[in-house]
């Protein structure tokens, strides 16, 4: 299985992580379950958070507003992950959602853990190009990915073309990271970062052929 990242542990200088309310109601459910299938509940939970990826990145393009290029990046880089909560909502609607046991609400909690360190460092309205870049590494090498492979993986008996689509995207996904840190990060393995990232994705996606 692939082993996720540890660098939020850095940025908290050794906080201990607790437990919030929402983490507790998360990982209890909530009566909208009732109403939903288990792994709808779980769709809609991965749904939510590619959202505020999008959200975060949508921050970053306007912060980064005087560099035309470097807005750019992150305006696609937002309108990708709408697309991936898009997806993971047409599934869900349309009841084709894929079942693996690994994607809980324990892994969605884990990630919306995490995605709180990211909305504090963009949140920062002196943010350096670097942290912006940091800042996305730390979700980009977190667990959402594999969730959203997995969630989307029915589409394979159903929508062969769309699926085969999702996937070309998901392996390009980190290489477009990659180019834009070498371009614009001025530390150079956020981008090395991001090659490792899209070296294990094309290997994990080529042993599930």
């Known amino acids: 299985m692939r ?22 109601q998360v990982l209890s459910g909530s009566p909208r379950e009732d109403k939903m299938t288990k792994l709808e509940y779980i769709c809609s939970k991965f749904e939510a958070l590619e959202e505020q990826i999008a959200h975060c990145y949508f921050l970053l393009q306007e912060r980064f507003l005087t560099n035309p290029g470097q807005a750019k990046f992150w305006a696609e880089a937002a309108l990708e992950e709408m697309q991936h909560s898009s997806i993971l909502r047409y599934c869900r609607e349309h009841h084709l959602v894929g079942l693996d046991e690994t994607v809980d609400v324990t892994m969605a909690a884990r990630v919306d853990d995490l995605l709180d360190t990211v909305k504090g460092i963009v949140a920062d309205p002196w943010i350096t190009v670097d942290e912006a870049f940091y800042a996305s590494l730390l979700i980009e090498s977190s667990e959402i990915d594999d969730a959203y492979e997995k969630l989307t993986r029915r589409l394979a008996m159903d929508h062969p073309l769309l699926y085969e689509a999702i996937r070309a995207n998901l392996r390009m996904h980190h290489d477009r990271f990659a180019d ?13 970062a991001f090659r490792a990232l899209s070296r294990t994705a094309r290997s994990n996606g080529s042993s599930q052929r």
């Open 180 to 192: 834009g840190a070498a371009e614009f990060a001025k530390d150079k393995t956020y981008a090395d």
């Open 3 to 24: 082993r996720y990242n540890n660098f939020a542990a850095g940025w908290r200088s050794g906080r201990e992580r607790v437990l919030t309310e929402r983490h507790i």
